[in-house]
Each structure stands twice: as C-alpha cells, then as structure tokens.
C-alpha cells in the first residue's frame, strides 16, 4: 500500500441478529505497510460475546499450558504484521475453509507451537491501531489454533482458552480473490453481495496467494489513492520492505479504473469504489481467500 494516513472512523460490523460479530470503532492515524507508509494514533475497541469453551480447559483430559515466566515471555517474538515468528507452525490447509469463528485477546497472550508444547510467540491486543481479531481455524478441548499475522506468511500458533480474558464472535463474511480471472469477491453466510474485476500484483511482486484475513481498518488523514486501507494478514513474498513498511499486502482503493484487470501493482489488491463500500462492512478478522 502507497503512503497513507488515517483520521478518525467509525467502522460498524453488520450481521444477522442470529450471529455475533465484532462491533469495531476506529480512531487511527496510518501505518508502514507494503503499500507505504502511516504512523497508528489511537487503538480501537471491539465488543462480543466473551467465550465459554474457556470451562472446557477445565475437565479432566484437557491439556494445560506450560508455565512460562515473565523473563522468557519478554524474550518471545510478537505476532504482529511487523514481527517475524520463526517457530511458529506453517497452515496445514492453507486454502481450506475458515471456521468463522474470530478471536480476539483483552490483553497480551502466549501463542503456542501445539497443545502443551512450547511458547513461540506472543499476540497483542491491538494491532495497527484496530483491536486484534484473528481467525480460529481448528479447535480442541481447552484450546484454539489462530492465524497470526507475523511473518513467514501461513504462520500458525495455539492459544490455551484456560487463562480466560478471551472474546470470540463469528463473522458470516468472507472475501475471495481469484487472481487468474481478477475477481474479487464478497459472500454473506454464503449469499454473494458483490463481484468485482479487481486489479493485483505485478509479475515480479505477486499477490500471495492462500487463506488470510482482514487484519485492521485504515482512513487516510490526508487525501490520497484510497479512501480506506484494509491490511491483511500476509505479505509479499518478494519485497521485505516497501515505504518503510514491512511489506503488509492489504486491500484498497484506486483512483484509475483503468488498472483494473491488470497485474499492476506491488502485491495488494486495488478495487473499485463499490467493492471498497462492500468492503467496509466487513468485520475485522474476517476470512481472505486468495487463489
């Protein structure tokens, strides 16, 4: 994503009264991405439902985390999209489907290479200035494996549900992004709400493909190329920098429709203004399937 900054926005997830979903509100003010370059202001808050399989940590059988204490947790990387996670295990479906469960940690927690094992990493609160919602992408008694947004790309961690302090909501939502045909598309429980030709990454700084999701919500302070940025989860596979960022591939706007259907740009997604509307409504920590 090109240089951008962000003001104050409100972003309200919307979903059937028979879901729960994150309810974001935004106040932020940029990022360094691999689109380009903004500085976070202000952290955002999100609401739902606190989750109840924490109790399940709590039955005979269960696996229990391994101590750790505060010496080793300040030695363990950040899962953030800046951070870098050696340790932690790679997807094992990297384009299966997504539960649609999100999950979302009140405050700092360990993240775990498997059930009982060792501590790889540690998953913030907030990220980017957003509130943290990532993915659940398969469950156990006591215990949850996310995806997380450090690279390498298709990280994976286990966080113990036991410590409590956890929320979880589902997200009906789920963007896919086929690049051979230069669609975007985005579905409701199911139901498509939209297509869209969408432009991608240039041959020698491709889009990554695989399973992903909506990593934080950006609104520029300043006018500029898009009205509002959405990083994900990923990042490009050739560029470890771009503007000062660590190469976060991201879903944005574009003031030239003339690009769209074109390899053009340096690994993110540029959509039309529709698409970009679409777009808004959907909750952080959605799924992106990029194919």
């Known amino acids: 994503m090109h240089g951008h900054t962000r003001s104050k926005r409100h972003r309200r997830a919307t979903a059937k009264a028979t879901v729960s979903v994150p309810v974001i509100a935004l106040a932020v003010a940029g990022l360094a991405t691999g689109c380009g370059t903004a500085n976070p202001q202000h952290a955002a808050t999100g609401t739902a439902r606190a989750t109840g399989r924490a109790q399940a940590s709590a039955q005979p059988g269960v696996v229990r985390a391994v101590p750790i204490s505060a010496a080793q947790i300040a030695r363990l990387p950040m899962a953030t999209t800046?951070?870098?996670?050696?340790?932690?295990?790679?997807?094992?479906?990297p384009f299966g489907p997504e539960t649609g469960t999100v999950l979302h940690p009140a405050t700092t927690r360990i993240v775990y290479g498997r059930p009982g094992g060792p501590a790889v990493a540690v998953l913030p609160a907030t990220e980017l200035g957003s509130p943290t919602w990532v993915p659940v992408i398969l469950s156990q008694p006591g215990w949850d494996r996310i995806l997380l947004p450090s690279r390498p790309d298709r990280s994976t961690g286990w966080i113990y549900l036991g410590a409590g302090g956890l929320l979880t909501a589902y997200t009906p939502y789920q963007v896919d992004v086929n690049l051979a045909r230069y669609r975007l598309t985005i579905r409701d429980a199911g139901r498509i709400l939209g297509t869209w030709t969408v432009a991608e990454g240039a041959?020698?700084?491709?889009?990554?493909?695989?399973?992903?999701?909506?990593?934080?919500?950006?609104?520029?302070?300043?006018?500029?190329?898009?009205?509002?940025?959405?990083?994900?989860?990923?990042?490009?596979?050739?560029?470890?920098?771009?503007?000062?960022?660590?190469?976060?591939?991201?879903?944005?706007?574009?003031?030239?429709?003339?690009v769209f259907g074109h390899a053009v740009s340096h690994g993110c997604v540029r959509v039309p203004a529709a698409a970009l509307r679409a777009l808004s409504r959907v909750p952080l920590g959605s799924p992106v399937l990029i194919t």
Do not use: E, K
């Open 82 to 93: 800046d951070g870098t996670t050696p340790q932690a295990p790679q997807d094992p479906a």
């Open 203 to 258: 041959p020698g700084t491709p889009t990554p493909r695989g399973r992903t999701f909506v990593l934080a919500s950006l609104v520029p302070l300043q006018p500029t190329y898009s009205p509002l940025i959405l990083p994900l989860g990923t990042h490009s596979n050739t560029l470890d920098t771009y503007g000062g960022g660590p190469g976060t591939v991201g879903l944005h706007g574009w003031p030239d429709p003339s």
